[in-house]
């Protein structure tokens, strides 16, 4: 097949997968596991999908997840880290049992290996194996591996999902809760200023329970500060948690819904990146926004988590503050915070292709080990390194890695069904190849792979005490299967998965 042929049956395939994927039995879905399938199913036809495609969509993928997962490296709190060792011995545990299997059902050791290695999807571990044992005997292993240990995560977590689905809401209940108790959700509201014994005193001796972001009055917007005293029929925008909000209103008059139109002179909204030195571990009040800039911070969101922005706060590194300002200082603001999250998107893919490249290179790179043999990391591992440490770092001088959700979800979106397509059609000619010779026993492995893979987690998850949807993360994380990982955490935004996936 020519390379337009193989294009167009690999966007095939991802439109047919993707409508499959949306099929539900039971309340299980194959989701982009039906892609997998029928990239098998085309290879079965006689149809070969772009392997070129396949290379690309993978690379994409691993980067996107390694930016997502990349700053929770840097806050490891202490029950990822205990998830993180505990992993760690797991994995061994996870190891001698599959390679115990395969050697049960009679497999060559070449073959166990290469198992092993699709059980991970690791290129870094075929290429290791293919250095000491028969290439051929691996190959067979790690094609069968590959797409039937996927297909089974895939259908263990969803399974899992739904008998346990009580319970996590039951644990997200309580998460929430929590962050609710460590930080209000923050919303905005607009209010009146009717009030008699408030018109004529200053913000500062009202003390506001709520963020005074701007003041509209006589028909132009007004920068708040601490000596502004307000007037009778002035509009206020704030920001605060909803207690916070209605106290306010109450004290100041009523709440409006009639926003006024937009004039010159009304503060513009920007979303910055906290990673300016001259930023980081400041306190908001020490940066004399409004004095400088005629500025105010209306939220602060820190892993996931919504801050009140009040005196006293601190500012770390990655902090997301929303600033509400004249679009004359954004230039400042901009270099005072760091980064403007709004022009990260104008060249996500630039970014996202250096970093590629980077760990492509990072891949190639050989590594000597003992007795003269050399491995090569690979080009998915490669990557996936690259991001991660990129991501974490958030910027090196004038260069940015980090990205916006939105980006990364949509790169995810479009690398992991090129992947998974190219990855069914590649294994289908190897598949049927092995089975006349060693049959049925090549399952063996890999289903004892993915049962020891979730007893491990079940058994993890008890002795930390982890919640459900933390010990189903633990087990899509363990096996390293992003496929399922992104499936948990598309169902759930909470920080949950994303710190166990970066600890493990």
């Known amino acids: ?127 290791l194996a293919e250095a000491g044992w028969p290439a051929s005997e691996v190959s067979v292993g790690f094609a069968l591996a590959a ?55 200053t913000l500062r001796e009202l003390r506001l329970p709520a963020e005074v972001a701007a003041i509209f009055r006589e028909g132009r917007w007004l920068a708040p500060r601490g000596a502004t005293a307000l007037s009778a029929g002035d509009i206020l925008r704030l920001a605060g948690s909803r207690e916070a909000l209605d106290r306010t209103i109450a004290m100041v008059g009523r709440r409006t819904h009639e926003r006024p139109h937009r004039l010159a002179g009304e503060p513009v909204v920007r979303l910055f990146f906290v990673s300016s030195p001259r930023a980081v571990g400041r306190r908001i009040e020490a940066l004399r926004l409004r004095e400088r800039f005629d500025a105010t911070i209306t939220r602060v969101r820190r892993s996931g988590i919504e801050l009140m922005p009040r005196a006293g706060l601190r500012l770390l590194w990655g902090d997301r503050v929303q600033v509400s300002a004249p679009e004359s200082a954004m230039d400042e603001l901009r270099r005072l915070f760091g980064d403007d999250a709004h022009n990260l998107e104008r060249f ?56 916006t959700h939105r980006t990364t979800a949509l790169l995810a979106q479009i690398g992991l069904p090129l992947f998974l397509a190219e990855v069914g059609n590649r294994a289908w000619g190897g598949l049927v190849q092995a089975l006349p010779t060693w049959g049925l026993p090549l399952l063996v492995p890999a289903a004892a792979g993915v049962g ?53």
Do not use: C
């Open 1 to 127: 097949m020519d390379r337009t042929t193989e294009l167009i049956a690999t966007l095939a395939v991802i439109a047919a997968g993707a409508i499959l994927g949306r099929a539900s039995w039971r309340g299980v879905r194959l989701d982009v596991t039906a892609v997998l399938l029928l990239g098998a199913g085309a290879a079965q036809l006689g149809i070969t999908l772009s392997p070129t495609l396949g290379l690309f969509g993978l690379l994409l993928f691993l980067y996107a997840i390694g930016v997502q997962a990349g700053p929770a490296l840097r806050r490891l709190g202490g029950d990822e880290r205990r998830a993180a060792l505990a992993a760690a011995g797991a994995l061994v545990v996870l190891s001698a049992v599959t390679l115990a299997a395969a050697h049960a059902a009679g497999l060559p050791t070449g073959v166990g290996l290469g198992v092993l290695a699709g059980l991970f999807t690791s290129g870094a571990s075929l290429a």
């Open 147 to 201: 797409p039937v240990a996927s297909l089974l995560v895939m259908l263990a977590v969803q399974g899992w999902h739904r008998a346990a689905e009580p319970r996590i809401a039951d644990e997200l209940a309580r998460w929430n809760e929590e962050m609710s108790r460590r930080a209000p959700r923050i919303e905005t509201a607009l209010a009146q200023v009717t009030r008699a014994e408030v018109a004529g005193r």
């Open 348 to 403: 996500a893919f630039p970014r996202a292709a250096l970093v590629i490249v980077a760990g492509g290179l990072l891949g190639l790179a050989p590594v000597p080990l003992a007795g003269g043999a050399v491995v090569r990391l690979g080009p998915a591992t490669g990557v996936l390194a690259a991001s991660l440490l990129t991501a974490a770092l958030h910027r090196t001088g004038p260069l940015i890695w980090s990205q």
């Open 452 to 504: 020891a893979g979730i007893a491990l987690a079940a058994l993890v998850g008890r002795a930390l005490r982890l919640g459900p949807l933390a010990t189903l993360s633990l087990f899509a994380s363990l096996l390293l299967n992003t496929p399922a990982f992104q499936l948990i955490q598309q169902r759930h935004r909470e920080k949950i998965p994303s710190a166990i996936y970066a600890a493990v």
